[in-house]
């Protein structure tokens, strides 16, 4: 049986998404090395997360063919 995952996908879109904008909220944007590493960190999250939802989506039934 087949479940859908779908709403997995929307927390990663969430969390990468703080994870982009946290070193603003928890205030270490000024570490430049913290700063980068959780843009790209998130950016990425949320890069997979959207390709998850809306793009590489491959049926049952053509994977077992």
Known sequence: KFVNMTWLHWIKL???????????????????TALWSNIIAGALICIFAL???????????????
């Open 14 to 32: 969430v969390l990468g998404f703080w994870v982009v904008v946290s070193p603003w909220v928890l205030g270490f944007s000024g570490i430049t």
């Open 51 to 65: 390709w998850g939802l809306f793009g590489g989506k491959t049926s049952i039934s053509s994977m077992t063919q």
